[in-house]
């Protein structure tokens, strides 16, 4: 390898599996409501954009009425804050991101979910200590897709200019586009929680399993 590349990362459908307990937060506030439930792949699908699109996206499945989005939002981020017992890693995920570190590449998340829910689970899978930049869903005004929040990352790692040599890993429309944005090259993950094929997104590279990310970071550093 040669010189180092600040690599950022999403977090939601890339690192953790966390719709299932996205999913738990909806169900519980909607039961509050005398609401039925959506089902798991539903709300999956709602995911990516943060809290507000999130909310939007469910109020207008469910025939919600307006008015009351506050309070279903604050009811949900109170459950939501540390909610962490039904996420999990994608397989892979501690070993690839260890090797990146070890090979002395600076680490940093981007991600449309909030600061607080977000420091709660990288603590909780011990992941804080290997990213020391954190940008979240209400760090700016702006929220992914906008570039915003992925150049204030960049920006916090040390990286400047106008086309940054560093990399974006992420999973969504929202990540590609961003990436797009900013520009840095996008290498997709295909597990996570897009709806659109990845041959319609802008992207670097594709991969299936974190097992391979190390040598396409590798390769892509070396264009
Ligand atoms: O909170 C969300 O909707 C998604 O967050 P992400 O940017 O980590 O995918």
Redesign the pocket.
């Known amino acids: 390898m040669d010189r180092p590349c600040p690599i950022i990362f999403?977090?939601?459908?890339?690192l953790i599996d966390s719709a299932p307990d996205i999913h738990a937060c909806v169900s519980a506030v909607l039961r509050q409501y005398q609401i039925a439930p959506l089902p798991l792949a539903r709300v999956r699908s709602f995911?990516?954009?943060?809290?507000e699109?999130?909310w939007t996206r469910i109020i207008a499945a469910c025939g919600i009425e307006p008015v009351h989005r506050p309070a279903l939002i604050a009811a949900f981020m109170a459950r939501y804050h540390d909610a962490t017992a039904l996420t999990r890693l994608f397989p892979g995920v501690i070993e690839a991101v260890g090797r990146l570190a070890d090979a002395g590449h600076p680490l940093g998340i981007?991600?449309?979910?909030?600061m607080g829910p977000t420091r709660s689970v990288l603590q909780h899978f011990a992941l804080d200590r290997l990213f020391p930049v954190v940008v979240g869903?209400d760090s700016l005004p702006q929220r992914?897709p906008d570039p915003a929040p992925l150049r204030l990352a960049l920006q916090m790692l040390g990286v400047e200019g106008n086309a940054p040599r560093a990399l974006y890993v992420?999973?969504?429309e929202?990540?590609a586009n961003c990436a797009a944005a900013v520009p840095v090259p996008f290498l997709i993950y295909s597990g996570g929680?897009r709806m659109t094929p990845i041959a319609d997104l802008p992207h670097h590279a594709a991969f299936d399993r974190f097992d391979d990310l190390p040598g396409l970071v590798d390769q892509a550093m070396a264009l």
Do not use: A, M
């Not at 999403?10 to 890339?14: E, Q």
């Not at 995911?47 to 809290?51: C, N």
């Open positions: 999403d977090l939601d459908g890339t995911i990516g954009g943060g809290v699109l999130l981007c991600t449309n979910k909030p869903g992914k992420g999973d969504s929202f990540d929680y």
